[in-house]
């Protein structure tokens, strides 16, 4: 994935205004959005994130919407079933674009449509892939649907998906290309080709060779594809939210903004957000961090808001102590974030590649501070790590700035380039496995007094206080613990520096009790509505999907 401007460099996203791939050098970070130099170059106003967002407001509203087709790209075992009824998963991808939308707006649509034609087997599923990709929308996530339903109203689910993602995607935008993803199976199972395209799609990139192998190798299902085009990258997302698996397993419940609102600033009571967060801390997480407000977006996109957490109906209790403007419509998504499914263990730095996550263990050379970023210098099996710390995840910057020449850290970070022997990555936690304690040289105590001697020549030591002569021929050597910090110890980023995937630790509890299976997924009633004051109700524990193959 080259600059489309260099066509040389590693490509670190697309320019918001013309869709182009662009690398570090040829663009700019503004805001939480990357503009190229020649955009930048036409209007220099865009440098500030204010104007930006604001000339994408008004471009949204006199941009040409050209209408779409969605074809069938993909077929795959095309069969006649024996049963009447069958377990249809619905994936879908890449609607959303810097001026707005968002696919879990679209999966909650089809998802509430859907209610009244099929049973519902889960909660839409949010799904988090590979979050380095630089041909991406915001989030990379991706949304799945499961239901049970009558296989003779499947063409009429099947227009109402793609009636519904025609209706609503930003096609319009250069890298939006909306794919659609339908899988039935007579037994709730799935193919292990897809499950192995959901890993590789969460861990690494996914070329389309790989994705045409897996599929050629599909044995179990019947698979159709819609999309744009035979080369849409929706595609990859659509089919690896079908293929995904969840050992452990968050909810978010995000609410939507009513359409007349869409662009002006969003609403919500930040006093409500910090008396919620006080409230349901144990259950929720990344709401609030120095009470600035982290459950709500700063796109144009329809969310308003959302709360992460463990339990879906603690994340119901904690949406109504929150004030905001009127919204259109909210839904539970059971999801991957906070997981940490995306990083990869690796043992020797020769083994990673860009746009991966890995974890690997280290020991420090240096640590040095320029301009408003901390670099750490590691060595690994003779290769060099140069690490990168930013202004926003300052308290990671304190404690890392602590460190000393031979600490051993498990690393774990994000490569945007790999060089000879040479890689570098942003840094999102490291884990502390050893350190190198703090030693100080001084000269021995007065064997009489106990007061520290002086030095007259060599190994000569006299006492000012006896006034007596000594001869020694080594001084003290004082080894001290280190105060600062702590063997063992996990150092993360600040919650507003946190990625969709990355783990918070206040999570470790139920992300134990979930993958021992001590706490196994449940779905609630209602998981999408239009009102605020529902009481939910337990329904049923979510069947347990399989792999075939």
Known sequence: MLCEICNRNLSRGYCAVCGRLVCENDSKLVGFARVCNECLAQNPDLADYDNLKRFMRVRLRY???NGFDLYRVIEKNKQAFFTDDVYLHIGIDDTDSPYGMCTTYLGALIYEKLLSIGKPID??????LNP???????GNGSVAMRFLINISKLDKIRKIVIDTVKKTSHSFFRKTNPAITFYLTEHYAVDKNLFHIYLNSLKDVTPFGFFKRKISKLSYGYLEIFATRNDSRGIIGATAAIGSMLDDYTYELLVYRKEENLGEPRIIDINSVIDMNKKYHRYTFDNIDDNRVLISPVGPDPVLFGIRGDLPEKLIDAFRLIKHEPFSLWAIFRSNQGTHGHV?????PHQARPYQTIMLRARINKVERKGDRVFLNLEKDNWLITGRIYKMQRELQKYALNLRHGDEVILISSVFAREQNHLLVNVEEFIILELVPETSIVNPLCPNCGSRLKKKGRDIYICKKCHKKFNYSHKLIIIRPREKLSEKRRYESPPRAHRHLTLPTKRLFFRARKI????KPYLINPVVSRRKEVKPKVMKLIKELKIVG
Do not use: A, C, D, V
Not at 132 to 138: E, L
Not at 344 to 348: A, P, V
């Open 516 to 519: 021992s299976g001590l706490t």
């Open 63 to 65: 941009i040409k919407r």
């Open 123 to 128: 909660y839409p599923l949010l799904i988090r």
């Open 132 to 138: 380095n990709i630089p041909i991406k929308t915001r």
């Open 344 to 348: 990869i263990r690796i043992n020797s």
